[in-house]
């Protein structure tokens, strides 16, 4: 990774993680946090943020790479492995997101949530 593309990435993450830390502390008040479903949700929440935010960040810095691989074929292939990469975990964190909420609602109604 060159040392433009960190940089790129280290302000990426800089500027949001702050959104999305303040989304997900502002999503649920201190109250709702006493049941351990809605505890196992918010952790899940914000793993799940963070994951997606990494993921969205390779994601940029790899289409980053592939606009400026000015033909160079080993760059041009490191970044479509990137973006296919980034892609799949971006795919990964959405459906872990999906089936932990799935999990904690049935786990929920099950125990009388």
């Known amino acids: 990774m ?3 593309q960190l940089i790129f990435l280290s302000l990426y993450i800089a500027v949001g ?8 502390a ?3 008040s201190a109250g709702e946090v006493g049941q351990v479903e809605n505890f196992i949700r ?11 935010l990494v993921a969205t960040g ?9 606009i400026t691989s000015s033909g160079n074929p080993e760059t041009l292939e490191k970044s479509k492995r ?3 990469f980034s892609g799949m975990g971006l795919a ?3 459906g872990a997101f999906v ?6 609602s049935l786990a929920s109604n099950a125990f009388g949530g």
């Open 2 to 4: 060159s040392k433009k």
């Open 17 to 24: 993680v702050p959104f999305v830390l303040t989304s997900t």
């Open 26 to 28: 502002l999503a649920q």
């Open 42 to 52: 918010s952790v899940i929440q914000v793993i799940a943020g963070l994951a997606g």
């Open 58 to 66: 390779f994601f940029v810095v790899g289409g980053f790479g592939y």
């Open 82 to 84: 990137t973006l296919i």
């Open 92 to 94: 990964i964190t959405i």
């Open 99 to 104: 089936l932990s909420n799935i999990v904690t």
